[in-house]
């Protein structure tokens, strides 16, 4: 029983240790990667659209640069859940706003439920996807008149634009790989099959 709670509390300490742990080098290039990506959305919303033809930036961008900048190790980040996840929550968001328009407690939980089951049947769970679905629902003025174009510009365009940032932000060192693909997995069994011999 002792052995038990020695190795619990030894195993506590690595994972709260690993998880506070401050690495600076990742911490800047999560910083310039954010910055640059919606700072290129932010860019063309204000030089090269008029006011009057769309809305560029929407909020959900936010949420996705944390996990495409941040986390980019997750299977939530990476570029099949980044673009599929929002595409899909954009297109069920639309929907829904045309089939029930007025009844926004409605509305608002049905698109928001139907995007997670969505992305979660098409393996493109990606959370941020659900505010992309709820900006369809409850935004008024440019967004609702858009329609279906929603899901093409700003949702579509946009994560090309923030993957596009991030595969190049995020592969500039050699401490960072993104996409992961199987890089991560073969990286985490080399580390169990090294604790298992030692």
């Known amino acids: 029983m002792k052995k038990r709670i020695n190795r619990t509390l030894r195993v506590s300490k690595y994972v709260i240790y690993k998880e506070t742990l401050v690495d600076y080098k990742e911490h800047f290039w999560s910083f310039l990667g954010s910055f640059f990506g919606i700072g290129c959305i932010g860019f063309i919303q204000s030089h090269y659209l008029l006011q009057e ?4 930036l929407i909020g959900s961008f936010g949420a996705s640069s944390v996990l495409i900048y941040g986390a980019i190790q997750s299977p939530l980040a990476q570029p099949r859940t980044l673009i599929g996840g929002h595409f899909i ?3 069920v968001g ?7 328009p007025d009844i926004l407690w409605v509305s608002a939980p049905l698109a928001v439920a139907l995007s997670i089951v969505l992305m979660q049947y098409t393996k493109t769970l990606h959370p941020p996807g659900g505010a992309t679905a709820l900006i369809a629902v409850t935004s008024t003025g440019k967004i609702p008149d858009l329609g ?3 899901a093409i510009s700003p949702v579509l365009s946009g994560c090309i634009i923030l993957l596009s940032v991030a595969l190049l932000f995020n ?4 401490n960072r790989s993104y996409p992961t693909h199987g890089r991560f997995k073969r ?3 080399k580390k169990h099959l090294h604790k298992m011999k030692n």
């Open 148 to 150: 279906y174009w929603y």
């Open 53 to 56: 033809e769309n809305i560029f």
């Open 94 to 100: 639309v929907t829904i706003y045309k089939l029930v």
């Open 89 to 91: 929550s954009a297109l």
């Open 187 to 189: 990286l985490l069994r």
């Open 171 to 174: 592969n500039i060192t050699p």
